[in-house]
């Protein structure tokens, strides 16, 4: 059955509440967190959507995703593209039933150039660091929203969202895999759909805000904490009070540190991510904290070894005077 094209709808009236704003995302990742990512988005007015995912819609899908019953055994990207261009005439979304890692080179990078920000939202981290480098590659900003798995908290009780900038502005997703690892894991597919929904509307904040960084919404992030944690709805768990004291919707914003050697992604490190602050390049860039071992620029070096040579050939010329 042909789909057919949906009527204009006044723009004025559509944004008649708030302005619309405007960009291309690539979304990897059409389940739940993903799937609610993309609606947001379409919402607020960017577009075009890409949606890449290989999976089908299945029965134990619904009760967390935007898509339904009529929609089982459906590709979830393409599926949830129709359902977004039907309801947001506005949007052109498109889905790609596939594997993002495994699509054809000219297309993958086709689709990642197009993108104003990518959103990776996907249960591989593998997938996940394919994301990563791709944006890095394409200087693209780049999205993870994610649940913590952790068997001493409630499933989806906090949800964690990590965004990075490209040229060693901010640590990237390679960069927090010690800081991670320090933390719970975490997945994109646990926790029901109101705590999944509440990721995924301050995911969509995250994205408008890196879209339009001299929007006042961009105030929202800060380069020194570059992840943003969220408590739920919830009474708050023995394993996350050191994180949350009280019951309840909270959000703290946490600083994840450049790695104390490069990054073999995107060759950040504490070093050179504090030399580019003292050159004006980043100066709200975190400083080095201990382990990172002291270094000289080397212009500095230079000039203290002449002044040294010139202070010791004057001495001495004066001392053979003097004799």
Known sequence: MTERPAEPLPENRVWARHPRRT??????????????????????????????????????NI??????????????ATALAARIRRDFP????????????????????????EADVLVAATDSAACQRAVNKAALVAGRPAVFPAVWVD????????????WTLPGRRTPCYECAATFRRAASDTQAAR????????????????????AHPDDARSAILDRRRTAIY?????????????????????SRSVRVPFPPRPCPVCRGWRYVATADA????????PAPRGGAEPRWPVGAVLTAVLLLVTVLFVVSLAQSTHA
């Open 90 to 113: 506005s949007c052109a979304a498109v889905g790609h039933c596939a594997d993002f890692m495994a699509l054809p080179d000219e297309e993958r990078w086709s689709l990642v150039r």
């Open 278 to 285: 003292s050159a004006g390049r980043d100066g709200d860039l």
């Open 151 to 162: 068997p001493r908290i409630r499933d989806a009780e906090v949800g964690e969202i990590l």
């Open 23 to 60: 960009g291309s995302v690539l979304i990897v990742g059409a389940g739940a967190v993903g799937g609610f990512v993309a609606e947001e988005l379409a919402r607020i007015g960017f577009g075009p959507l890409h949606l890449v995912d290989p999976d089908t819609l299945a029965l134990e």
């Open 191 to 210: 926790g029901a759909r109101v705590d999944i929904q509440l990721i995924a509307l301050a995911t969509a904040q995250v994205v408008t805000a890196l």
């Open 230 to 250: 969220l408590h739920g709805f919830t009474p708050t768990s023995p394993g996350v009070e050191a994180v949350f004291p009280t019951d309840g919707l909270s």
């Open 63 to 76: 009760v967390r995703h935007p898509l339904g019953a009529p929609e089982l055994g459906q590709p979830k």
